[in-house]
């Protein structure tokens, strides 16, 4: 709800330890694409260890890709275990990309690591990350990545030269919509340097994980 200030504190808090029975938090993460969101998210993960951040892994009902383990990439599901599940409100979230073809977070696969006193990430779409702070509330931080403005966002995507220009403009007009998602986030960082980004990040999940 309040964008990031510059003056954060840094102090560095002291993690649960294994075995104490201290459960974990969550961190949610959501933002347009070409905002820079999996890039920081692998940075907490990867760079700072002191979070003890487990990734949360998503179900989905499509087949494999390449080297793609399950449990791993994802919990590969035939449709008609994914549609059980969501008969029997196993999901924290789910969504229906296209007519049967599903993605969602198990609420199993969460709970164990947070159980475990581990930190879960969440890499979400923005529905998703608000239903999985609607759940858990005070428990999770939600982090809104979003772009100085849209114009840099096209630049953004124009320089990864991965995407036609009609693609780059239905990502565009599905980023605005995104955006007016960003109230209701605990905390809007503006990705306009992503070196200073990534130290925002931890700023927050340090400060987050610091308060009882």
Do not use: C, W
């Not at 070196?195 to 308060?211: D, G, I, M, P, Y």
């Amino acid at each position: 709800m309040d964008k990031i200030e510059k003056e954060i504190n840094l102090e560095p808090f002291t993690p649960p330890l294994e075995g104490t029975g201290e459960a974990g938090r969550l961190l949610i993460v959501s933002a347009p694409s070409g905002s820079g969101k999996s890039t920081i998210v692998h940075y907490l993960m990867d760079e700072h260890p002191e979070f003890r951040l487990a990734f949360s892994v998503s179900a989905t009902n499509r087949p494999p890709r390449g080297q793609e383990q399950d449990g791993v990439d994802y919990y590969f599901l035939s449709e008609e275990d994914f549609r059980r599940h969501i008969e029997a409100g196993d999901f924290l979230e789910y969504e229906e990309v296209y007519e049967g073809r599903f993605y969602g977070t198990l609420k199993s696969q969460v709970e164990e690591k947070l159980a475990a006193g581990k930190n879960v990430v969440f890499d979400v779409d923005v529905k998703g990350g608000i239903n999985i702070k609607h759940y858990y509330g005070d428990k999770a931080l939600s982090i809104f990545i979003q772009p100085p403005s849209l114009e840099v966002l096209r630049e953004r995507l124009i320089g990864r030269a991965t995407d036609e220009m009609g693609q780059i403009e239905q990502r565009l007009a599905k980023a605005e919509y995104e955006m007016s998602f960003a109230p209701q986030f605990d905390r809007i960082l503006i990705n306009d340097d992503l070196e200073t980004a990534k130290q925002e990040a931890v700023a927050l999940l340090n400060e987050f994980l610091r308060t009882p």
